[in-house]
């Protein structure tokens, strides 16, 4: 049972919108600490988005005001909403999880679970 399982990404043109949505198993999604990392070659995971068990929602700065994440508890999913995409936002995209937890996950040393990756490429 793979823990995080990605849908979604794909090529779009700048200023257009793409939606990636993760489930989880094993585990209760809505218990969790769940979030949205990026990577680009040579450059360190980033934290993107993520969404506390209690329901609040952070963003880093680059994408604030663009991405929306939201988490379905019915569904045992979490997704991302990318609107008015830039070049700059092409990277890889993983969906990533710390089970159980009340606590931000924001740093990627704290993730106990990666989804396998999703490409995003956004062409200007």
């Known amino acids: 049972q793979v823990p995080l399982v990605e849908s979604g990404g794909g090529s779009v043109q700048a200023g257009g919108s793409l939606r990636l949505s993760c489930a989880a198993s094993?585990?209760?999604?809505?218990?969790?600490?769940m979030g949205w990392f990026r990577q680009t070659p040579g450059k360190e995971r980033e934290r993107v988005a993520s969404i506390l068990s209690a329901g609040n929602t952070f963003y880093g700065d680059s994408v604030k005001g663009r991405f929306t994440i939201s988490r379905d508890n019915s569904q045992n999913m979490v997704s991302l909403q990318m609107n008015s995409l830039k070049a700059e936002d092409t990277a890889m995209y993983y969906c990533?999880?710390?089970?159980?937890?009340?606590?931000?996950?924001?740093?990627?040393?704290?993730?106990?679970?990666w989804g396998q990756g999703t490409q995003v490429t956004v062409s200007s």
């Open positions: 990533a999880a710390v089970p159980n937890s009340r606590y931000s996950c924001a740093q990627s040393q704290t993730i106990h679970y």
């Open positions: 094993g585990f209760t999604a809505s218990e969790s600490c």
